[in-house]
């Protein structure tokens, strides 16, 4: 079957400090990937996504890579904020499944200032 | 402005009843999804429709049941069948997407938090 691991937080870290979350998949197929975040109290944001190999997404200071001959996604962020805190899903959709997502556990990011 | 409602925010139920949580959308989208999200885990999917009057079970329907008689509306019955119900719900919809087509973003509202007296 399909699966999302991620690495299980929290993860705790000071104000501008290099972020890296962990992603690994397994699939039947070719599979899309993507990174939502979610805070308090809300629902999910899309905040990036890639559709091939070697594909990298990028959004608000954030970057993944596709990476098929190791399965990961890994999210990374150059100088984390504490308006960064929210906890962040990886994601995979296959091409015969409509828009259905597969979903990690999650990874709970807390920044300090 | 374009969005996905959820009501009400906050949902407290006593054991043995059933309610219902509301889903609305006026993005235009075909299919709508509900997913369960329990402390600490990721999201599970409980219903799935592609389409009005029609909808499949996701991972873990057993104890839910939903209606799609409109475009923009897809709710969900937590039914006393659900043995532990207490979790946030959330909604979402996305366009449709044919065989071999991209992928089409899933919009999430901001969730439901039931909880079981």
């Known amino acids: 079957g399909n699966s999302v691991t991620q690495m299980e937080g929290p993860v705790t870290l000071s104000e501008e400090a290099f972020l890296t979350i962990n992603c690994t998949y397994t699939?039947?197929?070719?599979?899309?990937l993507f990174w939502y975040v979610q805070y308090p109290g809300e629902g999910l944001q899309l905040l990036l996504k890639?559709?091939?190999?070697?594909d990298k997404g990028s959004n608000k200071g954030f970057e993944a890579t596709y990476r098929k001959e190791t399965t990961s996604f890994h999210l990374e962020k150059g100088s984390v904020q504490v308006s960064d805190s929210a906890v962040y899903f990886c994601?995979?959709?296959?091409?015969?499944?409509?828009?259905?997502?597969?979903f990690g556990g999650g990874t709970r990011l807390m920044v300090k200032p | 402005d374009g969005g996905i409602t959820q009501s009400p925010k906050y949902l407290f139920r006593k054991e043995g009843q059933n309610v219902t949580l509301s889903c609305e959308q006026n993005?235009?989208?075909?299919?709508m999804y509900w997913y369960r999200q329990d402390p600490g885990q990721g999201l599970r999917l409980i219903y799935y429709?592609?389409?009005?009057?029609?909808?499949q079970k996701g991972d873990i329907a057993e104890g839910y049941s939903v209606s799609r008689e409109k475009k923009e509306s897809f709710p969900l019955t937590v039914t006393s069948a659900q043995k532990n119900p207490t979790a946030f719900y959330l909604c979402?919809?996305?366009?449709?997407?044919?065989?071999?087509?991209?992928?089409?973003?899933?919009?999430f509202g901001p969730g439901t938090r039931l909880t079981v007296l």
């Open positions: 979402a919809s996305s366009l449709h997407r044919d065989r071999g087509g991209s992928y089409n973003e899933q919009f």
């Open positions: 699939a039947t197929g070719y599979p899309s």
């Open positions: 890639a559709t091939k190999a070697d």
């Open positions: 994601a995979l959709s296959l091409n015969n499944a409509g828009n259905m997502l597969t």
């Open positions: 993005l235009n989208h075909d299919a």
């Open positions: 429709s592609q389409i009005v009057n029609d909808f």
